[in-house]
């Protein structure tokens, strides 16, 4: 069955960077894309931006564009996300998801399979 | 980006009832329109996609209708199991967009 599994939380200064890790499992990682959505404490779900596992493709969110940057690893099957410059509302649940399908044009689709999210809080 | 609006914020419903789910984009989406439940604590999980297709393993009291700038998700006959907040999201034009939430709580 397909699986997303997700770093553990993480707590961070301000202006610090975090990575999170999501490990996929279940089918065969370089035929759909991931995504990352987070969520800040009792809001909505807001799209971060979009990697091809074939080659490595991006696409990021205009408002997180330089402070984001999206990677895959083939030999285990995870992707990753980094996000620099950290600031206090930047504090939020990220996931990744998975491309609903397998061809994706400007990492336009729906999600068909989530990780479980991991929480970021950014405190001093 | 086109904005997605869901109404209402919260919608009370009995066990056993009919809900009905609004969601309206900013401009036409064509039928590129997914749903998704989320629980306390939990990840999204995909219902509807296609505005109309059912994920695979989503029971058929889930149902979603609607092309261009209004959609609706009806759940027949409501389940202790899906009381939770609904999103919609639309993948027609870059970048991929949320609505707000709908909560579905208990009366």
């Known amino acids: 069955q397909v699986q997303l599994v997700q770093s553990g939380a993480e707590v961070k200064k301000p202006g610090a960077s975090v990575k999170v890790s999501c490990k996929a499992s279940?089918?065969?990682?370089?035929?759909?894309?991931i995504s990352w959505v987070r969520q800040a404490p009792g809001q909505g779900l807001e799209w971060m931006g979009w990697?091809?596992?074939?080659?490595?493709?991006?696409n990021y969110a205009q408002k997180l564009q330089g402070r984001v940057t999206m990677t895959t690893d083939t030999s285990t099957s995870t992707a990753y996300m980094e996000l620099r410059s950290l600031r206090s509302d930047d504090t939020a649940v990220y996931y990744c998801?998975?491309?609903?399908?397998?061809?994706?044009?400007?990492?336009?689709?729906?999600?068909?399979?989530w990780g479980q999210g991991t929480l970021v809080t950014v405190s001093s | 980006e086109i904005v997605m609006t869901q109404s209402p914020a919260t919608l009370s419903v009995s066990p056993g009832e009919r809900a009905t789910l609004s969601c309206r984009a900013s401009q036409s989406v064509s039928s590129n329109l997914a749903w998704y439940q989320q629980k306390p604590g939990q990840a999204p999980r995909l219902l509807i996609y296609?505005?109309?297709t059912r994920a695979t393993g989503i029971p058929a009291r889930f149902s979603g209708s609607g092309s261009g700038t209004e959609f609706t998700l009806t759940i027949s006959s409501l389940q202790s199991e899906d009381f939770a907040v609904y999103y919609c999201q639309q993948y027609n034009n870059w970048p991929n967009t949320f609505g707000q939430g709908t909560k579905l709580e208990i009366k």
């Open positions: 279940g089918y065969t990682f370089t035929s759909y894309g």
């Open positions: 296609g505005a109309s």
């Open positions: 998801a998975r491309d609903g399908i397998v061809v994706v044009v400007a990492a336009l689709t729906h999600f068909d399979y």
């Open positions: 990697i091809s596992a074939y080659n490595g493709n991006t």
